[in-house]
């Protein structure tokens, strides 16, 4: 009779063990997440956004926080994400998600002292170390597990695990859609997800860990919509706010509200880019998000309707205390009833502020009509169960108001329904919902058997991910 292996010679081989960790990968539109399985929260979140320098043969890209925030000469900015969420660009794409799970979390192993070439004779040693290097993969003992929008197409995820088995050499791989694990992450398997991004607004329900294909709904209504809002409110405010990015400021004087600005500016032998600028120009718009944007939390709608003491909300809003924001170049006033407009085009497309050169807003892409088709779109008698389990996940949720809101038009458009939302306290959990549900999952016992081998895909190919991952 074959010896039973004790834990301390358990075989490595074994796919989320003690002695393997997998490696969760989360790419977004505005940052990618990397971490080990089971931890609560990624250690490595890498701006999407790359920079490039030169052209042609010259072209030469690099990643990070820092090489993306420092003004260079002929540096452009660009992402490989589209606006739907799914990759674009596959040249990039993939030395992102490799720089993300290198930078912070594993590096390339050392070689066995026996094969590596250096106690070789010197004549030997070039040819040995060429062959090791070619040898080498980044993540030859790490699992990964991969997240994916609910409208990622087919020929997206074979991509995927062909890079991940093929250039990183990966033993397993798994790819699960975000909205599932986002469920997982707030402890549901059935459930409607509202998803709010970066370029996307996405409801989903899910039931047993499935996602209900007829249900999902998605619009463009998101975080980046919100930003343009932000620079129409600033281009039309009086007096006009010139968005004036930190880089460009040498140094600055306080001024009193609605004074105008005194800084010194930088000057550049070359002036940075414009992809860089407007890149710079979104940190300002977001620190204005996350600090004055609020949603007017209802009833009903800000230019409709009455509060206490039959006021408009439009009135009761200005009766309120206002919020202070002082820009780069030290300007500063006071925004009242202005902050609320900005966001109220998410839920009533009249309220929209109108921008150059974009599209109005239409009725179906406002949340409260999404929420509407998405659970029109399901079996009737999972209806009552999805309104009493909705998760809000994505880090435009954060914006002051916005889950309040969100309660009163999901009442407003089901009276008679018992309305639950469950939305994460903590910010990271809220940033990092599809992130978390995706290390839960990897690290679960149960999940081991479900992965992709290595061994399936040489004998399948890259079509075994449609068949094994709903």
């Known amino acids: 009779m074959s010896q039973v292996l004790n834990s301390s010679v358990e075989p490595t081989n074994i796919y989320g063990g003690d002695e393997v960790s997998a490696l969760v990968l989360d790419p977004?539109?505005?940052?990618?997440?990397?971490?080990?399985?089971?931890?609560?929260?990624?250690?490595?979140?890498?701006?999407?956004?790359?920079?490039?320098?030169?052209?042609?043969?010259?072209?030469?890209?690099?990643?990070?926080?820092?090489?993306?925030?420092?003004?260079?000469?002929?540096?452009?900015l660009s992402n490989p994400m589209g606006k739907d969420g799914t990759v674009e660009d596959w040249e990039v794409a993939p030395k992102i998600w490799e720089y993300s799970i290198t930078s912070r979390l594993t590096k390339f192993k050392p070689s066995k002292p026996s094969t590596n070439g250096l106690n070789d004779k010197a004549d030997d040693i070039d040819v040995?170390?060429?062959?090791?290097?070619?040898?080498?993969?980044?993540?030859?003992?790490?699992?990964?597990?991969?997240?994916?929008?609910?409208?990622?197409?087919?020929?997206?995820?074979?991509?995927?695990?062909?890079?991940?088995?093929?250039?990183?050499?990966?033993?397993?791989?798994?790819?699960?859609?975000?909205?599932?694990?986002?469920?997982?992450?707030?402890?549901?398997?059935?459930?409607?997800?509202?998803?709010?991004?970066?370029?996307?607004?996405?409801?989903?329900?899910?039931?047993?860990?499935?996602?209900?294909?007829?249900?999902?709904?998605?619009?463009?209504?998101?975080?980046?919509?919100?930003s343009s809002q932000v620079r129409a409110l600033f281009a039309t405010a009086d007096p006009k706010v010139d968005l004036v990015p930190h880089f460009m400021i040498a140094s600055k004087t306080a001024v009193d509200a609605g004074a105008p600005p005194q800084a010194t500016y930088r000057a550049f032998a070359t002036p940075p880019t414009a992809s860089f600028r407007a890149f710079q120009e979104e940190r300002v718009i977001t620190e204005f998000k996350e600090s004055v944007v609020q949603v007017w939390s209802g009833p009903g709608r800000l230019n409709s309707g009455t509060a206490a003491q039959g006021s408009s909300n439009e009135d009761y809003?200005?009766?309120?205390?206002?919020?202070?924001?002082?820009?780069?170049?030290?300007?500063?006033?006071?925004?009242?009833?202005?902050?609320?407009?900005?966001?109220?085009?998410?839920?009533?497309?009249?309220?929209?502020?109108?921008?150059?050169?974009?599209?109005?807003?239409?009725?179906?892409?406002t949340i409260p009509e999404l929420v509407r088709a998405a659970v029109s779109g399901v079996d009737i008698d999972l209806r009552v169960n999805l309104l009493q389990n909705i998760v809000v996940t994505g880090g435009t949720t954060l914006t002051t108001g916005l889950t309040d809101r969100l309660?009163?038009?999901?009442?407003?458009?089901?009276?008679?329904?018992?309305?639950?939302?469950?939305?994460?306290?903590?910010?990271?959990?809220?940033?990092?919902?599809?992130?978390?549900?995706?290390?839960?999952?990897?690290?679960?016992?149960?999940?081991?058997?479900?992965?992709i081998s290595k061994k399936e895909y040489e004998e399948f190919g890259a079509s075994i991910v449609e068949k094994r991952c709903k």
């Open 28 to 76: 977004g539109f505005s940052h990618t997440r990397a971490g080990f399985a089971g931890e609560d929260v990624p250690k490595s979140v890498v701006p999407t956004h790359y920079a490039i320098f030169g052209t042609g043969d010259k072209k030469r890209l690099v990643f990070g926080d820092n090489a993306i925030n420092t003004p260079l000469p002929d540096m452009e």
């Open 128 to 226: 040995a170390m060429e062959g090791v290097e070619e040898n080498e993969k980044p993540l030859e003992e790490n699992p990964v597990l991969m997240t994916e929008t609910a409208w990622n197409p087919a020929k997206s995820r074979e991509r995927a695990i062909e890079i991940a088995m093929e250039s990183w050499g990966v033993p397993a791989f798994w790819t699960a859609r975000n909205s599932v694990l986002a469920g997982y992450a707030a402890g549901k398997s059935c459930a409607l997800i509202i998803d709010i991004g970066a370029t996307n607004v996405s409801v989903t329900p899910i039931h047993d860990g499935l996602i209900l294909k007829k249900g999902v709904q998605k619009s463009p209504l998101a975080g980046n919509w919100l």
């Open 317 to 365: 809003v200005r009766s309120q205390p206002g919020r202070v924001f002082e820009m780069p170049d030290g300007a500063n006033q006071m925004w009242g009833l202005e902050r609320f407009k900005v966001a109220e085009g998410m839920w009533d497309e009249k309220a929209a502020l109108p921008v150059p050169g974009e599209a109005a807003p239409t009725k179906a892409q």
């Open 407 to 451: 309660v009163s038009e999901v009442q407003a458009l089901y009276p008679g329904a018992r309305v639950k939302l469950q939305a994460a306290g903590l910010t990271s959990e809220r940033r990092f919902g599809s992130w978390i549900g995706g290390s839960i999952l990897a690290s679960l016992g149960t999940f081991h058997q479900l992965w």
